[in-house]
């Protein structure tokens, strides 16, 4: 993502949290990702790694979606040099964004106890991504769905356990809202000291998890 002037700074109520769109099914979003991609002039390749490679291959895509100069390719270093993000600072940085510039992605700072920073993903329905800084973390996340539209809640939990291999760098839990609402999350963490490059391919993979998870668990939702 390239950055542009900063546009303004528009704050959300306190303790706002919203679910995700259901204007559209999900499918729709992979299809329309896909169908994207491939109009652009990009193939699709299989590619097998060690588990433990599998977030360096995802930052390694998006270097490879660029024209590769002189016929070389230089692994970016993704991580600064120790200076750790707060929530004000990423703020700023976010909002320096071309796809917050064109409105692709609605930013707003939440203040509250504990500040955050909210990204409505409006080429997703207006998906909500909530970003937040725990300790020596960046949390992403996003609510998945909420308990009471599941129908059958063991066999759920089931699948999701058995899930972990199904979307790289997120993971899903269970939170209880202020509201008393129980809800599913999915959620990725990475070090405060990440780089912006690594925070938002972080927030466009989660993205992609909550699609990918939408499908693969459709059978359980009401």
Not at 116 to 139: D, R, T, V, W
Not at 164 to 183: A, D, H, K
Not at 202 to 214: G, H, P, W
């Amino acid at each position: 993502m390239k950055s542009r002037s900063p546009t303004a700074k528009s704050e959300s109520p306190k303790g706002e949290r919203a679910k995700a769109s259901t204007k559209k099914p999900s499918s729709f979003y992979m299809k329309q990702m896909r169908a994207g991609l491939a109009a652009a002039g990009y193939v699709k390749h299989e590619t097998w790694v060690l588990p433990e490679n599998r977030s360096l291959l995802k930052q390694m895509e998006q270097q490879l979606r660029q024209p590769i100069l002189a016929g070389s390719f230089m692994s970016e270093n993704y991580m600064s040099a120790g200076n750790n993000w707060t929530i004000d600072s990423l703020f700023n940085a976010l909002k320096a964004l071309d796809e917050v510039a064109s409105q692709e992605i609605t930013l707003s700072l939440i203040q509250s106890s504990e500040p955050s920073i909210k990204l409505e993903m409006n080429e997703f329905g207006g998906l909500p991504i909530h970003i937040a800084l725990a300790g020596q973390q960046i949390i992403v996340d996003t609510v998945l769905v909420d308990i009471d539209s599941i129908s059958n809640v063991a066999a759920f939990n089931d699948a999701v356990l058995r899930s972990r291999e199904m979307f790289p760098l997120s993971s899903i839990g269970i939170e209880s809202m202020p509201n008393g609402q129980t809800v599913y999350n999915m959620f990725g963490a990475l070090s405060a000291d990440s780089s912006l490059t690594n925070v938002v391919t972080e927030v466009k993979t989660l993205v992609d998890n909550v699609q990918r998870a939408s499908e693969a668990f459709e059978h359980f939702f009401k």
